[in-house]
Structures are given as structure tokens and as C-alpha cells.
């Protein structure tokens, strides 16, 4: 679901809720919902009708591990949701109106572990950019390390300048840390990208989505620094 600067279809997509994301309600403006998010403290607007109240039962949180799951609603299916979307363990979201649910086996327990390089990069390989998206339907640089990085339990800020402010700068990176460039001012960073090790890294463009490139080829950015993965404990 597109997160919007605006209350109005029409107004920039500023980033995206993915299914099962806890929102905090600030405003209500016209049919819209100013929202605050739980995990990573991003504010936008959605329209009205489009949440729900829900809780669960049991402890602990998972994310679907696939590019896509079936989501159900009661017992039937009624469209997919995305990697990193959020469900509790037992895969059920209960609301008023009744539960939606994945599958078990769709999930990963949302808990520290490894960097796997293969399956993520097999996940986004090819999904193609788009400003302030976080889905293989689309992807912004930032999106994308988000969602690998809560792939591994970890928790990040949503955009690259603040990703960098929560990280520590690294003169040895390892995969799995992240890689920064400035805008053509040297000042601001404005974009990120996942270091892959061997001098290569993953990262989404407007002119290529997501791939594979070497660092030393990246010509359309200004390398500023690579930083790795202290804490999570972070305040927008």
C-alpha cells in the first residue's frame, strides 16, 4: 500500500506499508489516516478503510521469506503478499471481521541470523525500481536494504541518510554491511547499497531496479563511506 506525502492519490509516494505492519494513528483528514509506523517510525498518509484494528495470539513475530505468498482469508485465498511482510508466528492475524493467515511454512522467524547471499539476492535480482516502494513489485535503494536487513532480524530506519546516521563506519567491510554514496554535492547521502563482498555490490537504480554491480564501476555515484550493523535501538 503506497504511503503518501499528502492526503490525495495524487501526491508523492513517500514509502510503502507492506501487509501486517503496526501503524500508529495521528490524524484523519478527508478520508485519509495520518500514520506513524511501529517498526521504522516513517509518517505518511493512507487512505481511510484501508487498516484494521487486528491482535493474535501467542508470542513472536515472523516475516514471509518467499517473493510472494498466498495470503487466506477465513479459508479462502484472497491475493499474495510480500517478502518481509509481517504476520506473529502462528501465521494468523485476527481481526473483527475475521482472520487472514499464510501458511506456516511461508515464514521465518523474525530473529537475528546470518546474511544469506544467495537467497536474497535470488528474491529482488530483477525487481524493478520504484521511488519509495519496498516489494518486488518495485523497490526503492533503501527499501531494499530495509527489508533484507529485517530478513535477518535486524531492524533499520527507512531511508539511506538515516541508515547511515544508526550504522558504524567500516574501513573492512563483510557481506552483508552496506555501502553509501553522496549526491553530486558530496554532502548528503542519498543513496545505499548491500556490499556482496569481492568488491561487489546489490542495489536498486531508476535505470537498472535491482542487480548486481562491481563498486568500482558504479559511475553514477559518489562512494562516501561502508558501515556496518551496531543496534537497533534508534529514534526517528
Known sequence: MPLRSEPSHRSE???ELLW???QQVLDYEKGWLLVRGWIDGYVGWVPA???HQAYYDGSGWAIVKRRWAILHYHTHPIG???FGALFPRSGIW???IGDFWV???ALLP???HAWEEGYVEAIFQGVPYQWGGKSPAGIDCSGLTQIIYRSMGRRLPRDAYQQAEVMLPTADPVPGDLAFFTDPTGENISHVALYLGAGYLLHATPQQGVHRAPLEGLF???????RTFITEDFVI
Not at 553514477?220 to 561502508?226: L, P
Open 13 to 15: 509516494q513517500v514509502s
Open 20 to 22: 501486517g505492519e503496526p
Open 49 to 51: 478503510g484501508t487498516l
Open 80 to 82: 499474495e503478499v510480500p
Open 94 to 96: 485476527r481481526t473483527a
Open 103 to 105: 501458511e506456516p511454512l
Open 110 to 112: 523474525l530473529e537475528p
Open 220 to 226: 553514477t555515484h559518489t562512494f562516501h563511506s561502508f
